[in-house]
Nanobody
Framework: QVQLVESGGGLVQPGGSLRLSCVVS????????MAWFRQAPGKEREFVAS????????DYTDSVKGRFTISRDNDKNTVYLQMDSLKPEDTAVYYC?????????????????WGQGTQVTVSS
């Protein structure tokens, strides 16, 4: 089994920053394409960002481009989401996910393993 554990969520004021981490453990291959999704109350889960297994390719939803950065450290089996210039509309539970596919993409149905989520609240 593959386990994903997120951390780093919390309460932050608008304009502030947070860094989320996701550690992958268990019966893993060398590395997976990874992504971050989020789900706000009453809304569907939405794609935030993804990264290739090598870390050389990334993708972002338009609303976070220029503010969020996804990265990974394969030696530590960890994926990060640096979130800057946070807005109240970024408030959600953030989930990391890993895919058995060869490439990363924004479709949540292509991701096989999910973390339990970490709450991010942006409020003054």
């Amino acid at each position: 089994q593959v386990q994903l554990v997120e951390s780093g969520g919390g309460l932050v004021q608008p304009g502030g920053s947070l860094r989320l981490s996701c550690v992958v453990s268990g019966r893993t291959r060398s590395s997976y394409p990874m992504a971050w999704f989020r789900q706000a109350p009453g809304k569907e889960r939405e794609f935030v960002a993804s990264v290739s297994w090598s870390g050389r390719s990334t993708d972002y939803t338009d609303s976070v481009k220029g503010r969020f950065t996804i990265s990974r450290d394969n030696d530590k089996n960890t994926v990060y989401l640096q979130m800057d210039s946070l807005k109240p509309e970024d408030t959600a539970v953030y989930y990391c996910a890993a895919s058995e596919m060869l490439t990363h993409n924004p479709d949540y149905s292509d991701y096989d393993y999910w973390g339990q989520g970490t709450q991010v609240t942006v409020s003054s």
